[in-house]
């Protein structure tokens, strides 16, 4: 492995797996440890939500497998991490706030279920990561997408402490939105992506394990940058 760059605490061709349900905090967790480390940031859900925009702008069935791949492999999806939130584009076209709405967030977990689009998804995801270090979050990213990872974390919270944090995110759920609503919401998502046959959302075997209930996001992050600095050391 190569040596720390100067003004690093890990080597510059590091890579970092971090996986969780919805609302964990493994986004914001991701982006910081990629920014105070100088790595690559890549939200591999932001793949599949655009990928679901798409089919539902085009009428797409998100049941279509084979139509969703071709939708796929037929347009051109740029991923941009240069700024805080990854600036998604789709054909030349910036979806960054599409994909943040509740129709995505109902629907995504059905088009990330096929396994297809999954295998489509993890050649490209791996491809970034072949460029340099980089810090990539989802829900396979550790046990599938990137299983020899430098370093493999699963940050995880109770349903309802991440419904009162997807309420705080404005646009991501409905205005009549309760905390039971987007509790069950998060509960069939969890189930959906846990159960499904390839890829299921799961801890890898060599991951720390995480909750972030009672943690603040600085908090969550000083977590796992301990790990990972005592790891490298």
């Known amino acids: 492995m190569n040596e720390p760059l100067p003004g690093r605490s890990v080597p510059a061709d590091t890579v970092i797996a971090i996986d969780g349900p919805a609302g964990s905090g493994k986004s914001t967790t991701a982006r910081a440890l990629a920014e105070r480390f100088g790595l690559l940031y890549v939200d591999s859900g932001a793949m599949y939500r655009a990928l679901t925009w798409a089919a539902l702008d ?7 497998a084979d139509s969703l791949l071709e939708l796929f492999e037929s347009s051109d999806l740029e991923l941009d991490p240069a700024r805080r939130e990854t600036r998604v584009v789709w054909d030349g076209r910036d979806i960054s706030d599409q994909i943040r709405t509740p129709a995505i967030e109902s629907n995504v977990s059905a088009v990330a279920a096929h ?3 999954r295998s489509a998804m993890v050649d490209r ?9 980089v810090v990539m979050e989802g829900r396979d990213i550790g046990t599938v997408v990137l299983p020899d990872a430098s370093h493999k974390f699963f940050i995880t919270a109770s349903a309802e402490v991440r419904a009162r944090r997807r309420l705080a995110q404005q646009g991501e759920v409905p205005s009549e939105a309760t905390l039971e609503s987007v509790a069950a ?9 846990s159960s499904r046959a390839v890829a299921p959302l799961r801890p890898a075997a060599d991951a720390i394990q995480i909750n972030t209930d009672s943690l603040n996001a600085e908090q969550v992050t000083d977590a796992v940058m301990t790990h990972i600095r005592g790891q490298v050391r």
């Not at 085009?58 to 279509?64: A, E, F, N, T």
């Not at 995801?125 to 270090?133: F, I, T």
Request: charged fraction near 40%; aromatic fraction near 4%.
């Open 115 to 117: 396994p297809v689009i």
């Open 185 to 193: 919401d998060i509960a069939r998502r969890d189930h959906i992506d």
């Open 58 to 64: 085009r009428g797409v069935s998100v049941q279509d």
């Open 125 to 133: 995801q791996r491809a970034y990561a072949r460029r340099r270090g």
